[in-house]
T-cell receptor, first 110, second 116 residues
Framework: GDSVTQMEGPVTLSEEAFLTINCTYT??????LFWYVQYPGEGLQLLLK?????DKGSNKGFEATYRKETTSFHLEKGSVQVSDSAVYFC?????????FGAGTQVVVTP | EPEVTQTPSHQVTQMGQEVILRCVPI?????FYWYRQILGQKVEFLVS????????KSEIFDDQFSVERPDGSNFTLKIRSTKLEDSAMYFC??????????????FGPGTRLTVT
């Protein structure tokens, strides 16, 4: 079945550092791919998405590119802020069914 | 902007009691979902619901669980006899039925269920 694997955390960074969170997927078809963010005590918020190969999703300085050849959707941000501290979930959706990765906690220190 | 809402935000119940978690999906959405997240773990799919019936469920969604859309707006998850291991955050989600929507699901803020 479909699955999503993302790098384990926590990832601890200093403010203005570069962030990468790796995500790979397995799917029988061509899923849509998503990154969701969960701030402490809150629900899941859609951060960005991509629906087909080579699409780049972007939002709030975060980017991720749908790479079919490597079945990846790595999340990147060039300069993180303390307010980016959260748990980030990679997810795939085939025919409406979501598979989530385990989540990566990101801690940004001043 | 329309959003998915869930009530209550936090529910504390004793083991063996029944609980009903409530969700109001976005009004023009046709597909509804429940997920759970045990503290510190991944978000797990429980059930999907379309056209007034369950379209898919996971192995977690056993006979203790049921879902219902009692009217045109609410979508509920009932746990018949709660166990300690049911303690988790429960998320409701919904999406449109239109093609080209990328199957994006909109999530509610969650209900934290604590079973004592």
């Amino acid at each position: 079945g479909d699955s999503v694997t993302q790098m384990e955390g926590p990832v601890t960074l200093s403010e203005e550092a570069f962030l990468t969170i790796n995500c790979t997927y397995t799917a029988t078809g061509y899923p849509s791919l998503f990154w969701y963010v969960q701030y402490p005590g809150e629900g899941l918020q859609l951060l960005l998405k991509a629906t087909k190969a080579d699409d780049k999703g972007s939002n709030k300085g975060f980017e991720a590119t749908y790479r079919k050849e490597t079945t990846s959707f790595h999340l990147e941000k060039g300069s993180v802020q303390v307010s980016d501290s959260a748990v980030y979930f990679c997810a795939s959706s085939s025919w409406g069914k979501f598979q989530f990765g385990a989540g990566t906690q990101v801690v940004v220190t001043p | 902007e329309p959003e998915v809402t869930q009530t209550p935000s936090h529910q504390v119940t004793q083991m063996g009691q029944e609980v009903i978690l409530r969700c109001v999906p976005i009004s023009n959405h046709l597909y509804f979902y429940w997920y759970r997240q045990i503290l510190g773990q991944k978000v797990e799919f429980l059930v999907s619901f379309y056209n007034n019936e369950i379209s898919e469920k996971s192995e977690i969604f056993d006979d203790q669980f049921s879902v219902e859309r009692p009217d045109g707006s609410n979508f509920t998850l009932k746990i018949r006899s709660t166990k300690l291991e049911d303690s988790a955050m429960y998320f409701c989600a919904s999406r449109t039925g239109t093609s080209g929507s990328s199957y994006e699901q909109y999530f509610g803020p969650g209900t934290r269920l604590t079973v004592t």
